[in-house]
């Protein structure tokens, strides 16, 4: 449906110190929970309401209420980096987990996880994962969710490759994707250039190298 890149000051200012290969674990993580709550404005503008009658201090009124379930989805494991600046922001969500992990030769991914709340059908599910490379991980977990009967789905990254954008434009046509920021290319091993690495290895401080 849609491609929105956010292209925000603070977002840009926060990436930045998340990009720096010095920037250690912890900081990379309080920086990733300040950007997700910045992406939760963007990416809930425009949620469906309804009416909802409230009485105030001084007269009775015609309020607004999110007229549907929402559902975040993050797919691990850097996903998780985003879901507590989520829920931060959305209180009222209910959370499924999706394991995907891309072979670091093919860079094909696989799935080991998946814990999906019931009535998909009838809830916003927001999918969150900071990188958007190659798309695989992306388009699997679309399938995967779509499969067990979601039908109103946006998918939600930090960092993104213009090839893992085309791939699900192709694949999944039907996706709201939300970007925080456009990156270049993917280097040949499939990393965004100029990214910020392995966002996995580098929120929970297992980069060996
Ligand atoms: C990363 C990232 C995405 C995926 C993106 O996960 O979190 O899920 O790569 O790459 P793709 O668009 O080419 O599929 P990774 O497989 O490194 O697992 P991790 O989060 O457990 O480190
Ligand atoms: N996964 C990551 O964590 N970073 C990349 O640059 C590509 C895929």
Redesign the pocket.
């Known amino acids: 449906m849609a491609t929105i890149i956010m292209n925000h000051a603070l977002i840009e200012h926060k990436l930045s110190i998340m990009r720096d290969k010095n920037t250690p674990s912890y900081l990379f993580k309080q920086n990733l929970d300040d950007i997700a709550q910045l992406m939760v404005y963007e990416v809930t503008k425009n949620l469906p309401l309804k009416d909802k009658e409230v009485v105030t201090p001084i007269c009775a009124t015609t309020g607004k209420q999110l007229a549907q379930d929402i559902i975040l989805v993050p797919?691990?494991?850097?996903?998780l980096g985003l879901l507590d600046g989520f829920r931060n922001m959305i209180k009222e969500v209910k959370v499924g987990f999706l394991g995907?992990?891309?072979d670091e030769e093919t860079?094909i991914?696989h799935e080991y996880y998946a814990k999906l709340p019931k009535n998909l059908d009838k809830a916003k599910v927001i999918i969150i994962?900071?990188?958007?490379?190659?798309?695989?991980?992306?388009v699997d977990a679309l399938d995967n969710i779509k499969a067990k009967g979601a039908k109103d789905i946006v998918l939600a990254c930090l960092v993104a490759a213009p090839e893992?954008v085309k791939l699900i434009e192709e694949k999944h046509p039907d996706i709201d994707i939300y970007i925080a920021h456009l990156d270049d290319h993917l280097n040949e091993k499939?990393y965004i250039v100029p990214g910020l690495g392995?966002?996995?290895?580098r929120l929970f401080g297992t980069d060996e190298s």
């Open positions: 797919i691990l494991r850097a996903g995907m992990a891309r860079l991914p994962d900071p990188m958007l490379a190659t798309g695989g991980s992306s893992g499939g392995d966002a996995g290895d």
